[in-house]
């Protein structure tokens, strides 16, 4: 059987509640908070217009990827020679092979499209310090490259699957407590070591590892023409630099931390066989905060949203000067 039992769908110690019931509950909130962003960013005016549409448009993808996460609820387990896939969203939990397939496809294509976002957010930081303004078909190709990427390497797991899982099932659910032989949860197993998954996981790998050399890069590039032209600014576009600047930092940190470090240490398998499989309880979680941390983090971090929330939420309170205005006016009459 595969073991730990947790992480088998049917068994009667299985996580697969919770970890559904836990992304329900974050995604509601993630869907919330990224839509009052998008809704903020229409609202922008002066230097953070040039950013709003940018912000909403990582906001409107952070929606996109709650969802798919929510709906398809795949959970990968890892061994030294197997992956397993479990898609454990209603739909999809006890769907054909060829539904689930699809569910793993559209997971890890908007995943990795995902991961590639803060990369291009830099990008885009790097040409607005420099030349003031960014032209949309250079924030249009970055986009389709990166759609390129993602597609093509969620498009590659449909030839690197086992094609008749079911000859796996006994190996998989043979004595597990609470699964029942004749109904059994949809799996998608990939063999490790064939050759066309070793070429499949060294271009998704290649390609993570490219984006984040590339967001390294426009990181320090938009630092160092930061440095450049930061004497030129008022006080107020210093602090304004500063915000972007933490914001996107802080958006750059998530997918660093939960796609780029477990891939890798997937890849050269250094993780003990004991281990492997207690990390997908991680890489569930991780990936499932990382849009609302990217809200909050918007919400939080740049003083004109932050106004717009407090708004929102605390009601709009009157200008002291204008306060001092009708007071003055009520005296005179």
Same mark, same amino acid.
């Given at each position: 059987?595969?073991?730990?039992? +947790?992480?088998?769908?049917?068994? #009667?110690?299985?996580? !697969?509640? +919770? !970890?559904?019931?836990?992304?329900?509950?974050?995604?509601?909130?993630?869907?919330?908070? *990224?839509?009052?962003?998008?809704?903020?960013?229409?609202?922008?005016?002066?230097?953070?217009?040039?950013?709003?549409?940018?912000?909403?448009? /990582?906001?409107? %993808? @952070?929606?996109?990827?709650?969802?798919?996460?929510?709906?398809?609820?795949?959970?990968?387990?890892? #061994?030294? /020679?197997?992956?397993?896939?479990?898609?454990?969203? *209603?739909? %999809?939990?006890?769907?054909?092979?060829?539904?689930?397939? +699809?569910?793993?496809?559209?997971?890890?294509? &908007? &995943?990795?499209? !995902?991961?590639?976002?803060?990369?291009?957010?830099?990008?885009?930081?790097?040409?607005?310090?420099?030349?003031? /303004?960014?032209?949309?078909?250079?924030?249009?190709?970055?986009?389709?490259?990166?759609?390129?990427?993602?597609?093509? =390497?969620?498009?590659?797991?449909?030839?690197?699957?086992?094609?008749?899982?079911?000859?796996?099932?006994?190996?998989?659910?043979?004595? &597990?407590?609470?699964?029942?032989?004749?109904?059994?949860?949809?799996? #998608?197993?990939?063999?490790? *070591?064939?050759?066309? =998954?070793?070429? !499949?996981?060294?271009?998704? @790998?290649?390609?993570?590892? $490219?984006?984040?050399?590339?967001?390294?890069?426009?990181?320090? $590039?938009?630092?160092?023409?930061?440095?450049? *032209?930061?004497?030129?600014?008022?006080?107020?576009?210093?602090?304004?630099?500063?915000?972007?600047?933490?914001?996107?930092?802080?958006?750059?940190?998530?997918?660093?931390?939960?796609?780029?470090?477990? @891939?890798?240490?997937?890849?050269?398998?250094?993780?003990?066989?004991?281990? $492997?499989?207690?990390?997908?309880?991680?890489?569930?979680?991780?990936?499932?905060?990382?849009?609302?941390? /990217?809200?909050?983090?918007?919400?939080?971090?740049?003083?004109?949203?932050?106004?717009?929330?407090?708004?929102?939420?605390?009601?709009?309170?009157?200008?002291?000067?204008?306060?001092?205005?009708?007071?003055?006016?009520?005296?005179?009459?």
């Amino acid at each position: 059987m595969l073991r730990p039992t +947790f992480n088998i769908p049917c068994s #009667t110690d299985s996580i !697969h509640y +919770f !970890h559904n019931e836990f992304n329900y509950i974050v995604g509601a909130f993630s869907i919330f908070f *990224n839509s009052l962003v998008i809704y903020f960013s229409l609202k922008q005016t002066m230097e953070l217009k040039m950013y709003a549409k940018l912000i909403g448009l /990582d906001s409107f %993808f @952070n929606i996109c990827f709650t969802l798919t996460r929510s709906i398809v609820g795949q959970r990968p387990i890892t #061994t030294p /020679d197997y992956f397993y896939f479990f898609t454990v969203g *209603n739909a %999809f939990m006890y769907s054909s092979n060829e539904m689930q397939l +699809f569910g793993v496809v559209l997971t890890y294509t &908007v &995943v990795y499209f !995902h991961g590639g976002i803060p990369c291009i957010q830099f990008f885009y930081r790097y040409r607005a310090l420099r030349d003031g /303004d960014v032209a949309v078909r250079y924030i249009g190709g970055a986009f389709a490259s990166l759609l390129t990427f993602a597609l093509t =390497n969620g498009l590659t797991w449909i030839w690197v699957v086992e094609p008749e899982p079911e000859g796996f099932y006994e190996a998989i659910f043979g004595g &597990v407590e609470g699964c029942n032989m004749s109904r059994l949860p949809t799996i #998608t197993i990939v063999y490790k *070591n064939t050759a066309f =998954n070793k070429v !499949h996981n060294f271009f998704g @790998n290649a390609g993570l590892c $490219m984006i984040f050399a590339l967001l390294l890069c426009f990181v320090f $590039m938009s630092w160092k023409t930061y440095r450049e *032209n930061v004497a030129k600014m008022t006080s107020k576009t210093r602090r304004f630099n500063k915000s972007v600047n933490l914001l996107f930092l802080l958006q750059a940190v998530p997918p660093f931390v939960f796609m780029l470090v477990p @891939n890798l240490l997937f890849a050269i398998n250094i993780l003990p066989a004991s281990l $492997m499989s207690y990390t997908t309880i991680a890489l569930g979680v991780g990936p499932a905060i990382s849009p609302l941390f /990217d809200a909050l983090t918007v919400l939080l971090v740049l003083p004109s949203f932050r106004r717009r929330l407090w708004r929102t939420f605390c009601g709009k309170q009157e200008n002291s000067l204008e306060v001092t205005a009708t007071v003055a006016r009520s005296v005179t009459k």
